[in-house]
């Protein structure tokens, strides 16, 4: 935890096993004058490859500062659960600058939260766990992925929030991917890492302006945003998307295919790894069949945090 008045720590993990990290991993470092660390501790070395520290000028005499590491790694991020143990990761806040592969093989810039809510974790971390997440970061990180990128002339690619896959899921603090899609082509094309690169610093000065509690808990303070668990659509959450850019974050998101996984523990395990308090369930609901939503109410009604459908929010902001 991070000591009254000192800045949100904020580490951004970038790996040599992906070819998307290293080309956002090289827009920060041409783009921000981060300082290499000569002294790597309290990171350690046998997996660490350097560590860089980059404090943003607007923030240096702020008490509400952030600071950024930028650490190198030469492992798979989807391992790293099966490498390092939870104490051996430092900060408030991890962003994982990551490739992003799919059958689409579009071009396309994307975040979410890492957790597996079904017995399949082929992709690293533990079964039906999720790790720790934060409504206000992947909120941050979808908002400054889109402002970026409207400042970025000719560069126009999908940006999607993807529901909780792959790992890892054992660490301690809050985390996220940012990514780079979807083959190695668009993981080498150096606008889309810069806008991922400016995209992290983005999002992480206005976290700190506008939700750090150095002495608070949790330290995430959520003020005017909602933070929500989603249920049901599909992979890239169409339903949520439009919710995000107003004043919703999600901290997880179980899409339709893994809702009949749901149980009591599973839901108690969502709320106690989200970082801030839950304000509603938000459901996609034609983005569910009559089973599905036959198990998941139930289960969600057991809880005080109210449900809330997709449906009516989005008529909310239209008609706001």
């Known amino acids: 935890m991070t000591e009254p008045n000192q800045p949100l720590r904020i580490t951004i993990l970038t790996t040599t096993e992906d070819i998307a990290s290293q080309n956002i991993r ?5 783009l921000f004058p981060f300082k290499r660390q000569s002294q790597i501790a309290p990171w350690d070395p046998t997996w660490i490859t350097d560590v860089y520290h980059y404090i943003p000028p607007s923030t240096e ?36 600058a990551s490739r992003h592969r799919s059958k689409s093989e579009r071009k396309a810039v994307l975040c979410h939260t890492t957790g597996n809510l079904n017995d399949d974790n ?15 970061l992947t909120h941050y990180l979808y908002h400054a992925l889109h402002h970026v990128m409207d400042s970025t002339p000719n560069y126009d690619v999908p940006i999607d929030h993807e529901v909780d896959h792959h790992g890892p899921t054992q660490f301690h603090q809050p985390g996220a991917f940012i990514e780079l899609g979807s083959t190695e082509p668009g993981w080498h094309d150096q606008t889309g890492g810069e806008v991922v690169a400016k995209s992290i610093i983005h999002a992480g000065i206005h976290i700190a302006q506008h939700h750090y509690a150095p002495s608070g808990s949790p330290i ?14 599909g992979h890239y959450m169409p339903s949520f998307q439009p919710i995000i850019m107003e004043d919703y974050g999600f901290a997880h998101t179980i899409p339709k295919y893994k809702v009949m996984a749901m149980t009591t523990e599973k839901i108690q395990h969502l709320i106690e790894q989200t970082l801030e308090p839950i304000d509603a369930w938000v459901l ?3 983005g569910m069949n009559s089973a599905e939503k036959h198990h998941l109410v139930p289960l969600l009604e057991s809880t005080p945090i109210p449900i809330i459908k997709t449906k009516t929010l989005r008529n909310y902001y239209k008609n706001r």
């Open 220 to 233: 995430l303070q959520k003020h005017a945003l909602k933070i929500a668990i989603g249920f049901g659509g």
């Open 122 to 136: 082929s992709f690293g971390g533990l079964p039906n766990k999720v790790s720790h997440g934060s409504g206000i």
């Open 61 to 96: 005499s702020d008490s509400t500062s952030v600071e950024f590491q930028l650490v190198g790694l030469d492992k798979s991020f989807i391992t790293l659960d099966d490498i390092i143990s939870p104490n051996q990761i430092h900060g408030d806040l991890l962003i994982y």
């Open 26 to 30: 090289a827009h920060l470092l041409r």
């Open 284 to 286: 996609d609901w034609k």
